[in-house]
């Protein structure tokens, strides 16, 4: 009679094999929460999560600075790659540009000569510009004023209103004074508008959240002159 019930094996004589090697199983515990977050790796990676397309869509509307639709674009996903790349391209842009300004004003062309200092001077400013200022303004909304938009929010909107300084620094390397001005307050505009028609649902709320209104446009005006003063200086030395 067979035994189709048992879970046993039969060996070469068909005789039951009773003592059959045991499987153990390891199970590894679950890793613990982190005490703090933010400090992790995996925090940052959700930020990172986004395809090349909806990248384009928020350039696009940043550049379209009159029209309140940068919230819908983002949807409550900001991702900070867009930030980080153009922050990146912009400070490529000032060192290439910036240099290649000076060359096309420089006599001895034979005997010019980079400047390095502004690879460093850009890295530290546009860095500064696109990360650390808009963190310090998002934790004043959120913790202070009572914003629904998170920091990583307005760290995003800031980012991506730097899009257009990538056109404007292009251009700015034409070495006519009144044309590098002209299209640095084209810029400073467009970028400003961009960040009060997207924050004007905060804003008028009440007097403090309007008053947040001026260290935006602060900053934006020192961004534009450092842009002037420092990488594209060399210009008063020929009207003079």
Known sequence: MQNYGSNNDLDEKGQVMTDQPKIKVKFEPKPKPSACPICTIEYYQKFFDIEQRDVYMRVRCSLLSWKPEFQQCVAKNPDLWGPLWISTTIIFILFAGGNLSRFLLEEDKKHFQYEYNYMYVAVFLVYAMAFVIPIILGFIMKYILKSELGVFDVVCMYGYSLSVYIFVLILCIIP????????????????????????????????????????????????????KFYFFRLIYAVDD
């Open 176 to 227: 006519y004074n009144e044309a590098q001005w002209f299209f640095l307050m084209s810029g400073l505009a467009n970028s400003t508008i961009f960040l009060l028609v997207n924050l004007w649902d905060f804003m008028k709320k009440s007097k403090p959240t309007l008053m947040i209104a001026i260290p935006i446009i602060v900053f934006n005006v020192a961004l534009i002159l450092c842009f």
